[in-house]
């Protein structure tokens, strides 16, 4: 049986992530990707048998735009549940974790890490292709935090 905190993050997650009125509709792409590759069952079964909790880097609607017209609509479904995938970490870090030091974090994505780093002492979060800085916390509460950044972390390009 899946616990509060569990049925709390989940509902985070849908409410920032999902619902357009919460997130303020900068994320409407991530919501469409998000329920496309239907990610919800992945990280409720992650949240019910873990204690680490799970960190997202959403990139906002001005992330996404900065892509090359159709790159996303070229994916096949693996591909844009890859991509997804990519930018989610099965461990919870705050603000405050990702702004103390320099460390790798290992995604939900085979093979794919993120680091994590400090630029003009504001986080940033790297995939070595694309740096970008943590913009702003959506949602910040074990066992689920969801950060904003301005720039697609895995270029669509590189997963096909």
Do not use: C, W
């Amino acid at each position: 049986m899946a616990s509060f905190s569990t049925y709390y993050a989940l509902l985070a997650l849908v409410l920032v992530l999902v619902a357009p009125a919460a997130s303020g509709k900068q994320f409407t792409i991530a919501d469409k990707l998000l329920l496309e590759t239907n990610m919800f069952p992945v990280i409720q079964k992650h949240l019910e048998t873990s204690t680490e909790g799970l960190t997202a880097f959403a990139p906002t609607d001005v992330a996404f735009g900065k892509l090359p017209p159709g790159d996303l609509d070229r994916l096949t479904l693996a591909q844009k549940t890859q991509f997804v995938r990519s930018h989610m970490v099965p461990k919870y870090y705050s603000f405050a974790n990702l702004s103390r030091v320099s460390f790798p974090l290992q995604t939900f994505a085979q093979g794919k890490t993120l680091k994590v780093g400090l630029r003009q002492n504001m986080p940033v979060v790297s995939s070595g292709l694309v740096t970008t800085p943590v913009a702003f916390a959506v949602q910040d509460k074990y066992p689920v935090s969801v950060f904003a950044i301005n720039d697609v972390l895995i270029p669509p390009k590189t997963l096909g």
